[in-house]
């Protein structure tokens, strides 16, 4: 991630918020990024060596930190102007939130918007079936977070996993207009490229924390499964035969719930089927997303 680390470094020490403390850590780098921190060494503090991936990286970071907001960036996401310093205020005047929000934007690897990250307002029946917070742009009160801390253990979905475990224990999540962050997809990223990875990390978690995997989590998989098409720059291709496919698959992982999950299957699933084929019918052929 060296390529995109100068662009996240300075979308924070270019923030107008002046008590910023920013800690890199390092999963011992072999790729020029410890070169590029040691330029910046008398604006941030930055460590390097073995680690068990992201979640534990920003775990580590974490602990660390003395400040009573939060906020953490992978290498290749960036901040825009002044997000620290809306959060700030937000929080401030808000003593009863423990978690702000705001828009973000999807960038390819080139820093070019694709399109806007599709954040919700919070909803905490919606969480259970969906991520709609915008990683980077989440700011969280340290109070807060000090009573669930990411879970090194979980190496993927890891934000989804603590935004769950953060609404169980009760904390205030608020969603704002503003745009704060830039989140990057690319070919190179986890989302994509441990796509079979990052679903079923997702559909454990969800297992763990909600005992029931929603139909549009199966249906993906099972989509990916059949066509290895990513469903971000290539769309989810809807067919009877990948929707047939999807319910031997559901009814696996959702063995303890099977008459809810064969209801939701054979009712909302097979309509929204039928609507998205006669979409693509009425749209026509379409090329590239």
Not at 46 to 71: K, M, T, V
């Amino acid at each position: 991630m060296a390529r995109y680390l100068p662009e996240a470094i300075e979308s924070v020490l270019s923030q107008d918020y002046p008590h910023i403390e920013y800690i890199v850590v390092d999963g011992g780098s072999n790729d020029g990024s410890l070169e590029i921190l040691e330029r910046y060494k008398d604006r941030l503090s930055y460590s390097s060596g073995p680690d068990r991936g992201p979640s534990d990286a920003a775990f580590r970071g974490l602990r660390r930190a003395r400040g009573e907001i939060l906020g953490w960036l992978n290498a290749d996401d960036s901040y825009l102007p002044g997000a620290v310093q809306t959060a700030v205020e937000y929080l401030l005047k808000h003593p009863n939130v423990d978690v702000v929000y705001g828009e973000g934007w999807w960038i390819d690897e080139n820093g070019a918007v694709i399109s806007r990250y599709p954040t919700l307002t919070f909803d905490a029946k919606v969480l259970e079936r969906d991520c709609f917070i915008c990683q980077p742009s989440a700011f969280l009160r340290a109070t807060a977070y000090r009573r669930t801390e990411l879970d090194p253990e979980v190496a993927r979905s890891f934000d989804y996993d603590l935004w769950i475990r953060m609404q169980k224990a009760g904390c205030c999540f608020e969603s704002i207009p503003q745009y704060l962050a830039n989140s990057r997809i690319h070919s190179g990223s986890k989302t994509l490229y441990e796509r079979r990875e990052v679903f079923e990390a997702s559909m454990s978690l969800l297992l763990r924390h909600y005992g029931y995997v929603p139909l549009p989590w199966i249906v993906g998989y099972t989509a990916f499964r059949m066509d290895g098409r990513d469903q971000f720059f290539e769309t989810l291709e809807y067919t009877p035969w990948k929707y047939l496919a999807s319910l031997p698959v559901g009814l696996t992982y959702n063995w303890r719930r099977p008459l809810h999950f064969f209801g939701e299957w054979f009712g909302k699933g097979a309509r929204e089927l039928v609507r998205r084929a006669a979409a693509v019918r009425t749209a026509g052929p379409r090329r590239g997303n």
